[in-house]
C-alpha cells in the first residue's frame, strides 16, 4: 500500500517538477556511501510540502521521471509539526501515510508562541525513524527566510548521532503558495543540492552545532562549506 502511494506521488512530482517547471538536483555524488540507516538530512524550509516532495525526487533520481515512485526509498521519513499534520483534509492524510514523524515545536503551537522543554517522547520517534532508515528535517522550523535553526534540532544530534547531510532548496517559494499545493507561477528552476556530511563531533555543545547548521543552511553558499572550514 505504501508503495502505491509513493507511486502516485512520484507521477504528481513528476508533473510539478519535471513538466510545469524544472527540477534540479545537485550534489548526489554525496549520497553515495552513505549508512542505509541513521542518516539525518537538514534542509532550509520555503514551502510545507513540496521541499519534502522535492528532496524525496531528487535523492530517487538525478532527473525526475514519472516512474520515481518505484525508485523511492521507503525508509526516507521527515520530521513534521504536530499541527500541521493533523489537519484535516486529503493532502495532510497522504503525506502522514507517507512517513510522517510528527512533533510538537517547542517554541510554537499554532498561532501562539509558547517556551516549553523539548519533549523526550518527540526524541524518542526520531530516533526509531533514524534506526529504520534515512529523516529530513528543518532546523529552522518555519518557511520564512532567514529564520534563525532551533535548538532543537542540535539537542537531537547531540542524543541521537547521526550521520547529518546538509540540503539546500531553492525556487520552491516561487514556485508554490506557502503549504506548496497552489501553483503560483510556471518553468521556475527548482533546485535540492546535497552537500557533504558535516563534520559533528560528539564533544560539541548544542550552540556549536547551531552554529555548524546556520553556517550550512545559509542561502546562496554551497551546504556545508563553511560549516566544514573551507
Known amino acids: 500500500m505504501k508503495r502505491l502511494v509513493f507511486v502516485l506521488l512520484g507521477v504528481y512530482a513528476w508533473l ?6 524544472r527540477l534540479r538536483s545537485e550534489g548526489r555524488e554525496n549520497l553515495v556511501g552513505l549508512p542505509a540507516k541513521g542518516v539525518l538530512f537538514v534542509s532550509n524550509h520555503l514551502t510545507y510540502y513540496m521541499d519534502v516532495l522535492g528532496i524525496h525526487s531528487a535523492i530517487a533520481s538525478a532527473r525526475c521521471s514519472p516512474i520515481d515512485g518505484f525508485r ?6 521527515f520530521v513534521a509539526a ?3 499534520l493533523n489537519e484535516r483534509g486529503f493532502w495532510p492524510r497522504v503525506f502522514n501515510f507517507a512517513g510522517a514523524v510528527l512533533i510538537r515545536r517547542t517554541w510554537r503551537d499554532g498561532d501562539r508562541d509558547v517556551q516549553r522543554p523539548l519533549d523526550v517522547d518527540d526524541i524518542r520517534k526520531v530516533r526509531e525513524a533514524l534506526d529504520r532508515g ?8 518555519t518557511t520564512t527566510r532567514g529564520a534563525p535553526v532551533r ?8 542524543d541521537c548521532n547521526p550521520v547529518v547531510v546538509p540540503v539546500f532548496v ?8 506557502r503549504k506548496g499545493f497552489r501553483l503560483l507561477e510556471r518553468n521556475v528552476d527548482l533546485v535540492v543540492r546535497f552537500g557533504a556530511p ?18 550550512a543552511l545559509m542561502p546562496g553558499d554551497e551546504p556545508g562549506k563553511l560549516a566544514s572550514g573551507q
Open 16 to 21: 510539478l517538477f519535471g513538466v510545469i517547471n
Open 198 to 215: 558535516l563534520d559533528i563531533r560528539a564533544e560539541d555543545s548544542v550552540e556549536r552545532i547551531v552554529e555548524i547548521l546556520t553556517a
Open 170 to 177: 531553492d525556487g520552491f517559494d516561487r514556485a508554490f503558495d
Open 72 to 77: 523511492h526509498n521507503l525508509n526516507v521519513r
Open 134 to 141: 534515512w529523516l529530513i528535517t528543518f532546523p529552522q522550523g
Open 151 to 158: 535548538k532543537g534540532t542540535a539537542r537531537i544530534i547531540r
Open 82 to 84: 504536530f499541527e500541521t
